[in-house]
């Protein structure tokens, strides 16, 4: 079950990556992962899908210059690779030519060395800093000329007389500590960049020494309002590895956890939209029907938010005695309640004029830029998982696409609002036969997996979460990348926002719903 | 909107405007959802499930089920488990390990539950204490085992319910095969283990 | 109805048998000026505590509980912590403008709030042109919001003193509009002949019927907006600018502005009180006469107080149901719908009272 990637030089990594984007239609670029193996070189793993033909291609190519590693962009091909390729060149140094924008995207600009490289002396490096340093405005763009050298030269991204605005660090709206630059020309937005990495705690460099049970209890803070997806796509990817198999009743239990984390996602995105747009009293209403999620997560793993249920090979607990009564319950209570969230917010003039024909993302564009789940369904590309590599129960159970072309905050507010329903659905075809069975299959006390490279992705609430790991046989991963589903959202507010009023910048963000500790990792 | 008159927009507007505020009042009036703690600390229920902090359960005797084997420590993910033991060589002749302290810092704790699962013989549970709020940082750290606490005399190591968690919620699966694994070789096998966890784990 | 000009006379006369009369005009105006200062700290903190509970309310929540009985000692804490605040200087503002500005905003509040009729008799400001003075003096607030975005040297306040520019010099229009459409209908700009007509004939909603309403309805919008409230709240807009043109001030500059906005609040409702529903004018139906005296017993200023009161918790609840609304939008409501509805509205109340029709 390993993941297959065939080597390519670097050299003639971009020609044969315009050859798959144009010939075999290979549109979608699903990670971009950088690597150090070491011995062999530094390199970066390509992993691509046909939006088309649902075909797959994984590439990797190395460079063996640890010095000054060189790798051509595929920037140019997929807008998503643009950010992906900032987060390698920061973590393993890796210089990407033709690359527009390579500056740091997660660590400051004063950092020394590529904390990703196994040979980085990354404490010995960098002290403790107490001052700061002011974000630059222009960055560097290295290119090849004809003979064959790699020469600089210096972009300007934000010119001296812009008007740009910080929206963030500290902002109420940017949920949490996301920094967004606004260039503003009245209340026009013109452009946004990002400023990443206020909240990174280098998951993926953590991981590398834990041992795999150990690595589960991370993911549940990456995206904490998919916490459940994230540890089942973990689960799944250990599991898969290991070529474990779970009992039908583990299947059942994940599916409807996942689902009903989807569920409690989306209110707190309705929650959020609500006070983004300045509807506060809405903010309350789904809050009051996730509490009631939460209870049932809380009786069930002991956690609300943090639940480290899904462990490798099962679950934690078992389900409670009253778990299937309560689900229906509260499946009941947000189905009655529903029509009250349209009432008072969406339904109503204000927060429609909000919310239509703004930010717009094109089908093209969403699919460049890697927007997964519902933003990316509501420019009318079926991105779903579930659908695409169906795992744990989905192919089983019946379920709508919902998908929506007119990729305005609307469409992706009402996304979400009709995932609910789905999820509801879902839910509702599994309550009732859910099997009996062992809740955790037997395993082995050291867990170690085979050498190679796996790769699982859930739909998580906020589109394809990925894990990747790679193992060289030992209790602990080699590497591991999780495939943040936010990072490609935030990125996506640029080509959304442009040329829309300031406000709508929040209300765009709100309906991107992206989780930063997602992002930053 | 655009499809829409201008006086048909106005009449629209309002229409919507008012459902919402319909909706709002309806609300006004509804019941209060705000817990307020700590007034309602009675009516709080836990399961015990929720984890909130590390605890050695002591028999009245004043023993604990801890064999020092350190496992629990080296499951943990974010070091916040130490457990001190000595060598202490019994009537019979045996080398034996011996706990000397067990600290735990429940300021480090990501409340993973690994430990719990990974201890063979049942010695540490979490409780449902969740008023852990402290002054002082160096509070966090509490030493588990009660003073001139030893360790239950067990004729052999056997697979034992967890105290307080029923046998239907408790972990069982992975437990037993662990014990059963790890029974004979397992003392020795940790010790020189034990070292490696604190060499590698360079974060916080 | 007690008319309270008897006392205020006795007060007079009583002073001036023993001393010269500009000496009693001073003594009275430091009596009226405590009057004034105490009543509005204490409708600041009424209105304060109210906005906390009703808006709990609306949420599914209880609002203040913990300082004292029902958080009743929620707002003097929240004073007391203010006042306590260090106030921070901005390196590279205007520092005498940056501390001017909330003067300005409580100023128009003072002066506004000095228009009000309380109960028949009690008026401190009452002039011919009481109407007029009102809505000049409201312009004030506009300086001083302008002055705060600016002097603060910072980029959200000077948004949101643009945004607050913008809005409250449109919304001014409505509210000259609709004011002069009652106008037409009461023949003065003296606030107390106002409503002792309402006394005299009913209140001036029901006596205007429809374009009176039609009025009051715009007067409600647009007075939410003069008071940047919400879905009016643009200057402010917590989740886009922070906290809009007050973003930078702390301490007791940060309190002035709070007070203003619940003080404009409140003199939005009472305006509406005054102008539409009757001030202190007690509620009569002609026949009723039982009814009528038992209303009557009902001392002015309560019935004023109430029927403010009633406004402000209608502007409290459209304010916790709505979003938002973006500055385009708001500046296109103002200018193709409300100003039309108000030139529209006035011409038909010009029609109603031409031809006699009002009620």
């Known amino acids: 079950m390993t993941l297959e990637l065939k080597t390519i030089a670097p050299s003639e990594l971009h020609a044969e990556m315009l050859r798959l984007k144009t010939e075999r239609k290979m549109d979608f670029l699903v990670n971009l992962i950088g690597m150090d193996w070491g011995e062999e070189g530094l390199g970066v793993i390509y992993m691509l899908e046909s939006t088309e033909t649902g075909e797959t291609v994984n590439l990797k190519t190395i460079t063996d210059d640890r010095q000054n590693p060189y790798i051509p962009t595929v920037s140019d091909l997929w807008q998503i690779a643009n950010i992906y390729e900032r987060e390698v060149y920061d973590f393993f140094g890796i210089i990407f030519l033709n690359h527009p924008d390579m500056r740091r995207i997660f660590l400051r600009e004063d950092w020394v060395g590529y904390p990703l490289r196994k040979d980085d002396r990354t404490e010995l490096l960098n002290k403790l800093r107490m001052t700061d340093v002011p974000l630059s405005d222009t960055t560097k763009e290295y290119f090849l000329t004809p003979d064959g050298k790699i020469t600089e030269k210096t972009n300007t991204v934000w010119k001296g007389d812009e008007y740009v605005v910080n929206v963030g660090p500290q902002h109420p709206s940017t949920h949490g500590v996301l920094h967004m630059r606004a260039s503003l020309d009245g209340e026009v937005v013109k452009k946004v960049g990002l400023v990443l990495g206020y909240i990174h705690r280098g998951v993926e460099k953590i991981s590398e020494n834990l041992t795999y049970p150990q690595l589960l209890a991370l993911t549940d803070r990456l995206d904490y309002f998919s916490a459940m997806q994230n540890r089942h796509a973990l689960c799944m990817c250990i599991e898969k590895a290991l070529e474990m198999e779970v009992s039908p009743r583990v299947q059942y239990i994940r599916t409807i956890m996942d689902e009903l984390q989807r569920v409690a996602s989306h209110l707190v995105y309705y929650a959020c939209m609500a006070m983004d747009t300045g509807a506060l009293t809405a903010f309350f209403y789904t809050f009051r029907e996730r509490e009631e999620i939460c209870k049932i997560f809380e009786d069930n793993f002991g956690g609300r938010v943090i639940q480290n249920y899904n462990t490798i090979g099962g679950v934690m607990y078992d389900i409670q005695p009253d778990f299937v009564e309560e689900v229906k319950k509260v499946s009941a209570n947000i189905r009655k309640r529903f029509h009250e969230y349209q009432d008072i917010f969406t339904g109503n003039v204000i927060a429609q004029n909000r919310m239509v024909g703004v930010g717009t993302i094109s089908r093209e564009d969403a699919i460049s830029l890697g927007t997964t789940g519902p933003v990316g369904r509501a420019s009318g590309w079926n991105n779903d998982v579930r659908r695409r590599h169906p795992y744990a129960l989905y192919d089983k159970v019946e379920f709508k696409d919902i998908i929506r072309t007119e990729g305005d905050t609307n469409a992706r507010h009402w996304n979400r609002m009709e995932e609910i329903l789905e999820s509801l659905n879902i839910i509702d075809q599994l309550i009732d036969n859910i099997p009996a069975g062992e809740y955790q299959a037997k395993r082995k006390p050291i867990i170690k997996l085979p050498e190679g490279s796996f790769y699982q992705a859930v739909e998580s609430s906020r589109g394809e979460l990925g894990v990747f790991i790679e193992s060289k046989g030992d209790k602990t991963p080699y590497r591991v990348h999780y495939r943040s589903s936010s990072l490609p959202l935030a990125n996506a507010m640029d080509t959304a926002c442009r040329g829309q009023k300031f406000a709508d910048l929040i209300a765009i963000g709100a309906s991107m719903d992206f989780v930063i500790p997602d992002i930053d990792r | ?204 | 109805m007690f008319d309270f000009s008897i006392i205020s006379k006795w007060f007079h006369d009583l002073l001036t048998g023993f001393i010269p009369e500009w000496l009693v005009i001073g003594i009275e105006c430091v009596i009226v000026l405590l009057f004034i200062i105490l009543l509005y700290a204490i409708l600041a903190i009424a209105l304060i505590y109210l906005e906390r509970k009703i808006c709990a309310f609306f949420q599914c929540r209880i609002g203040p509980n913990r300082v004292g009985k029902w958080g009743l000692l929620q707002v003097f804490a929240d004073v007391f912590k203010m006042l306590s605040k260090e106030i921070i200087k901005m390196r590279q503002s205007d520092r005498l403008l940056h501390d001017m500005a909330p003067f300005f905003i409580l100023a128009a509040s003072f002066l506004t709030f000095a228009c009000i009729p309380w109960n028949k008799g009690l008026e401190i400001l009452d002039f011919n042109v009481g109407l007029f003075f009102f809505i000049a003096v409201s312009g004030i607030g506009v300086i001083g919001i302008l002055l705060a975005g600016w002097a603060s040297h910072s980029k959200y306040p000077m948004i949101g003193a643009m945004r607050s520019g913008a809005q409250l010099i449109s919304y001014e229009l409505s509210i000259g509009m609709t004011m002069l459409t009652m106008l037409l209908l009461c023949g003065t700009m003296q606030l107390s002949e106002i409503v002792q007509q309402q006394a005299d004939y009913g209140w001036n909603i029901i006596r205007g019927h429809v374009p009176a309403v039609l009025a009051f309805i715009i007067y409600l919008i647009a007075g939410n907006a003069e008071c940047n409230r919400g879905p009016f709240d643009l200057p402010e807009a917590e989740s886009e600018l922070t906290a809009g043109y007050h973003t930078e001030y702390s301490g007791m500059g940060f309190g002035f502005f709070y007070l203003a906005e619940y003080l404009n609040l409140f003199i939005c409702g009472a305006m509406a009180a005054t102008i539409f529903l009757g001030g202190w004018a007690p509620l009569y139906f002609p026949g009723w006469d039982g009814f009528n005296t038992i209303m009557g017993y009902i001392p002015g200023f309560i019935w004023f107080f109430g029927k403010a009161f009633f406004v402000v918790f209608l502007l409290m609840w459209i304010r916790w149901t709505y979003p938002r609304l973006r500055i385009d939008q708001l500046l296109s409501l103002e200018w193709k719908y409300l100003m039309p509805i108000s030139m529209f509205n006035i011409i038909l109340m010009a029609l109603v009272v031409c031809f006699g029709l009002t009620l």
């Not at chain 2, 080398?95 to 539950?113: A, D, P, R, S, T």
């Not at chain 2, 095969?177 to 604190?198: C, G, N, Q, R």
């Open chain 2, 1 to 204: 909107m655009n499809d829409k008159t201008y006086f048909g927009g106005i009449l629209d507007a309002v229409k919507s405007l008012t459902i919402g505020l319909k909706t709002s009042i309806k609300v006004f009036f509804e019941h209060h959802e705000t817990e307020q703690y700590p007034e309602n600390r009675a009516t709080l229920t836990f399961t015990d499930r929720n984890r909130f902090c590390l605890e050695m359960p002591h028999n009245e005797k004043n023993e604990h089920k801890c064999i020092a084997c350190g496992l629990c420590q080296m499951a943990c993910p974010n070091d916040s488990i130490t457990v001190t033991s000595e060598t202490v060589t019994t009537e019979d002749g045996k080398k034996k390990k011996q706990l000397v302290k067990y600290e735990y810092n429940i300021g480090q704790c990501m409340f993973c539950n690994l430990c719990v699962t990974a201890c063979p013989q049942g010695a540490i549970l979490f409780n449902q204490e969740f008023e852990q709020a402290v002054f002082d940082k160096s509070k966090l750290i509490k030493v588990l085992n009660h003073p001139g606490s030893k360790c239950q005399e067990r004729p052999k190591p056997v697979v034992s319910p967890k105290p307080a968690a029923t046998p239907a919620t408790a972990n069982e699966a992975p437990k037993a095969s662990l014990s059963h694994v790890d029974t004979a070789p397992a003392p020795k096998t940790e010790t020189a283990d034990k070292t490696e966890p604190i060499e590698t784990k360079k974060e916080d």
